[in-house]
């Protein structure tokens, strides 16, 4: 009797894939159907090929950069504040004097190596003077390649 009842829950099973199996297979034609006939709707990039034109979505955090004001001027006033905020130490800020005896920024050192990209120093600067890139090939096999001075203007 068990046997029996065995062999008949096989038989149910074996049918119910006969049919889920065929449904299965044309949900998924169908969606290849679609992006054939619309293929503006594609999501896929086709990376390295379309490099020239590529756009990262608008939360994508690349690496870390200074904000520049209308003349050109970065918009940091060397105070520090970012500086304190990262977790793991990878912006030094050095602050030097311009002529008039005002604390302006020397160098903005960046070290992309050990930034973990977490945008805390972004969300803790109060003058809005650096933000992530949109920047994505900043790979290298030389280390200093990731030591970055962020302005190159000292002592303004
Ligand atoms: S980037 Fe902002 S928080 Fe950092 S030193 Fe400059 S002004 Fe201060
Ligand atoms: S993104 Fe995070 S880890 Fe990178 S420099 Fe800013 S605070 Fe530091």
Known sequence: MAK?????AY????????????????Q?????????????KIVTEQYP???KTLKMHSRFRGSLELIEDENGENVCTACGI????????????LATKNI???RVLGRYLYRL????????????????????NQKFELS?????????????KEGR
């Open 100 to 102: 008039a005896g005002k």
């Open 28 to 40: 998924g034609l169908s969606v290849t159907l679609r992006y054939f006939f619309n293929p503006r």
């Open 140 to 152: 290298s096999t030389d280390p200093k390649d990731f030591d970055l001075i962020l302005n190159q």
């Open 113 to 132: 190596g050990t930034c973990t990209l977490c945008s805390l120093c972004v969300e803790s600067c109060p003058f809005g003077a650096i933000r992530m």
């Open 4 to 8: 029996k009842t065995t062999s008949r």
């Open 49 to 51: 090929e379309n490099r």
């Open 11 to 26: 038989l149910a099973r074996y049918f119910k894939r006969c049919i889920t199996g065929p449904i299965s297979l044309l």
């Open 82 to 93: 970012c500086e304190r905020a990262c977790p793991n130490a990878s912006i030094n800020i």
